[in-house]
């Protein structure tokens, strides 16, 4: 799972190095980057409610992930609206660690692995 863990920190990292694009316009991978967001969030309440002493390291992530690719309006708006999204649908779910909040939590890890190495590999300069 660390392993799972350091891929997605470093692919989350490579996103900036995507070509600049206009504010306004979506670009070809802004959905994956709001299922991305999404798993950010679920990450951020979940490896709290598990006891990983990880601090602010989710919302971090999303913060540079928010900095790398957006600066404001409809864009920003959609990918915090999937970042909180992915955190309030397990705060009404979880309020203790369970296996099943284990589980989700190691899917969440390779989802989101596997969604940054695919931008990455496709829009990367």
């Not at 206009?22 to 991305?36: H, I, K, S």
């Not at 709290?48 to 601090?55: I, N, Q, R, V, Y």
């Not at 708006?77 to 369970?98: D, E, L, M, P, W």
Request: glycine share 8%; aromatic share 8%; with cysteine.
């Amino acid at each position: 799972m660390l392993k799972a863990l350091l891929i997605l920190m470093a692919v989350v990292l490579a996103i900036p190095a995507a070509p600049a694009r206009a504010q306004t316009g979506a670009a070809p991978f802004d959905g994956d980057l709001q299922r991305l967001s999404e798993i950010l969030g679920a990450l951020h309440y979940l490896r709290g409610l598990c006891g990983a002493k990880e601090g602010q390291r989710w919302r971090n992530e999303m913060q540079a992930l928010m900095e790398a690719e957006t600066s404001a309006g409809d864009r920003r708006a959609r990918i915090v609206a999937s970042f909180n999204r992915g955190y309030r649908s397990f705060q009404q779910t979880y309020r203790t660690c369970t296996p099943a909040a284990d589980v989700a939590i190691r899917r969440y890890l390779e989802e989101g692995s596997k969604i940054s190495r695919e931008i990455t590999a496709r829009y990367a300069n």
